[in-house]
């Protein structure tokens, strides 16, 4: 039996641009799947196809047991959507943005008045409830637009890059919300362009890349690819990388590789925060100068390096070429550590 | 999939009529409620006809010549049927950038991905609109008679000429619902109003007597849907300059009226749901 959402080769096209190019997904009920990629890799659409904005050129499409292509309205009753951008009624106030998403739910007057107020509660909006949505800060919007989106409590949700945007300790908050959320059994689908966030709030990922899922497992999987945490440093002199070598490899869970012309080392590790003060400690103690030191959590980018051989490609061109810059810089870094 | 069905609280769908005219009427109160939080928009709506009615009555009347006078009162009387028919069609921009603000902010996603009818959210848009309209109207029309113009029919008359005003005005709006979803600007969807507004107003009967202009203009002008609805109203409100032309829209302008109107809401709101269905941002 396929998943609360399931999707087979479902192909889109916009002009020239491919925007799917057969993505398969099965996510089963219950679950999280974080659907991970670069900004143009088609997580929108995907999402679009998926809750019936978008008819998809090819593919099919089963959400919480219905075919989305013949029945989309029967599929309208039994998801959520949480979009890229937070669609509030920026003129309403909370209260009325839910109360308005209730009836068209299609729930009685009375019924959506009262739902709308537990949402409020729930989502720590009381206060500014009769406030227009227009006075909200971007956190509170996202989590009034989250809130309409789980007016009927549906089964099967989505959220399109839910934190972007975000500060942290609003996307700390709202990964709060989202964990509580699938606690209660939802099923979700959440897309983001962080491994972070995926790691943190996903049972399994998805790696999409042009319009297809280039990878699929668990974040441990997808982070055993990538090499997992590494601690960086820079030492001050040259003629001391030998020695740092020698305390780092003690450290580190594999081979230190080393970046001559920026003095640059990095090892994996395991241990976070911890170790790295350890390491501290112990080149202070060697009396190793350094300039710099970090612990490195793979990103999305070290994702992309890994499965593809390349960082991951943004359609937005100024981003590109900083990137594209970036990439040249590490990839001399990978073949001098050989 | 016992937990997935048994979570869902939605109930299933009714009557589609009944759940369609249920929808559009939550939509208009979102729509009304915006309204009211914007009130300039509002006033502004109300204050342009108004300067049209006093300038055009107080520059253009003693220029112009009406049913063979140029008393500027007469041309008073003849131009407010005129100015109102004008102001109604001015709604078509308020509609058009209403849905493409809501495209533009990802309000019509939202609506789309909601078991709502789907006519509604387009509905709900233009009712709200019409309510302005009556509103603009009403305080259009004690300016009116302010400045000296009169009725000289029953009220039954009167009233049955505002009604067809305003359905000239609905009509309109859902011009402006489908120029709204083709934009992708709620200023584009603002301009794209209101152009092509000026060759429709400005040929036709509402400003000047349509028998004194070339004559292919004067053909434009008789058979110009918004001259129907003009000649109708300055017939039932008793007002002078109604034109004597034997286009069929001229004779028989109230029935001309109504049908260009139920045409104009048939064609446009048929396009327009259609352009909805598939609407991306
Ligand atoms: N409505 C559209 N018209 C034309 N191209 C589109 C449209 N929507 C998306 N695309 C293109 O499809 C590709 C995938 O876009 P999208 O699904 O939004 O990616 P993501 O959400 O992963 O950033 C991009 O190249 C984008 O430019
Ligand atoms: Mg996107």
């Not at chain 1, 359609?315 to 001098?336: H, L, M, S, V």
């Not at chain 2, 058009?96 to 909601?114: C, N, P, T, V």
Request: glycine share 10%; with cysteine.
């Amino acid at each position: 039996m396929p998943g609360a959402i399931y999707a087979e080769g479902l192909v889109k096209t916009f002009g020239d641009v491919r925007a799917l190019d057969g993505v398969d997904l099965d996510v089963p009920e219950g679950t999280v799947l974080g659907l991970l990629g670069p900004n143009g890799a088609g997580k929108t659409t995907t999402v679009r196809c998926l809750t019936t904005l978008l008819r998809p050129d090819r593919g099919k499409a089963v959400v919480a047991g219905i075919d989305v292509l013949k029945d989309p309205d029967a599929v309208r009753r039994s998801v959520g959507l949480s979009g890229q951008f937070a669609a509030v009624d920026e003129y309403l106030t909370g209260r009325e943005n839910l109360q308005m998403v209730g009836q068209l739910y299609q729930m009685r007057a009375k019924a959506a008045k009262a739902r709308a107020g537990e949402l409020l509660e729930q989502f720590h909006l009381t206060e500014a409830a009769d406030r227009p949505a227009k006075t909200y800060s971007g956190g509170m919007r996202r989590r009034l637009d989250l809130a309409a989106a789980l007016v009927v409590s549906p089964p099967v949700m989505f959220m399109d890059e839910p934190t972007t945007g975000l500060d942290p300790r609003n996307r700390q908050e709202l990964w709060g919300v989202i964990k509580q959320l699938v606690s209660g059994g939802t099923t979700l689908l959440l897309t983001t362009q962080y491994l972070e966030e995926a790691d943190h709030l996903a049972h399994d990922i998805a790696v999409v890349d042009h319009g297809r899922v280039i990878a699929r497992g668990t974040s441990d999987q997808l982070k055993a690819r990538t090499g997992g945490e590494r601690v960086e440093v820079v030492v001050h002199e040259r003629e001391r990388i030998p020695d740092a070598v020698e305390v780092l490899t003690g450290f580190g869970k594999g081979e230190t590789t080393v970046e001559e012309h920026t003095r640059r080392l990095t090892v994996p590790v395991a241990g976070g925060a911890k170790l790295l003060a350890e390491v501290i400690r112990e080149l202070d103690t060697r009396g190793i100068e350094i300039d710099d030191i970090g612990l490195r959590r793979p990103t999305l980018d070290d994702v992309f390096l890994s499965l593809t051989g390349h960082l991951a490609e943004v359609r937005d061109e100024a981003e590109a070429n900083g990137i594209a810059a970036d990439a040249k810089g590490r990839g001399r870094g990978k073949e001098g550590a050989k | 999939m016992s937990a997935v069905t048994g979570a869902v609280r939605v109930a299933p769908p009714g009557n589609p009529i009944i759940r369609s005219i249920r929808d559009s009427l939550v939509v208009a109160k979102r729509n009304l409620i915006r309204m009211s939080r914007i009130p300039e928009m509002v006033i502004f709506g109300v204050i342009q006809p108004v300067m049209f009615v006093v300038l055009f009555s107080y520059v253009f009347g003693g220029s112009m010549t009406v049913g063979g006078t140029t008393d500027p009162a007469v041309y008073r009387e003849f131009l407010m049927a005129g100015i109102f028919a004008q102001t109604v069609t001015f709604a078509t921009a308020g509609a058009g950038a209403g849905i493409a603000d809501d495209m533009h902010k990802g309000l019509i996603d939202r609506f789309r991905s909601l078991p709502m009818a789907r006519g509604a959210v387009l509905t709900g848009r233009t009712l709200a609109d019409l309510v302005q309209t009556a509103l603009t109207l009403a305080v259009l029309a004690v300016v009116a008679l302010l400045v000296g113009w009169r009725t000289h029919t029953s009220i039954g008359e009167v009233l049955g000429a505002f009604g067809l005003l305003l359905l000239l005005g609905y009509a309109f709006t859902w011009v402006g619902a489908l120029i709204g979803l083709s934009v992708r600007t709620p200023e584009a969807a603002t301009s794209g109003g209101l152009i092509w507004l000026f060759p429709v107003t400005f040929i036709s009967n509402a400003f000047v007597d349509s028998s004194r202009m070339t004559p292919w203009l004067r053909h434009v002008a008789d058979w110009n849907p918004f001259s129907a609805t003009v000649q109708a109203s300055r017939e039932l409100f008793g007002n002078p300059g109604v034109s004597q032309s034997d286009a069929w829209p001229m004779q028989h302008p109230v029935w001309a009226s109504l049908i260009y109107s139920v045409l104009i809401i048939v064609i446009f709101r048929t396009l327009s749901v259609r352009k909805y269905r598939s609407a991306t941002a």
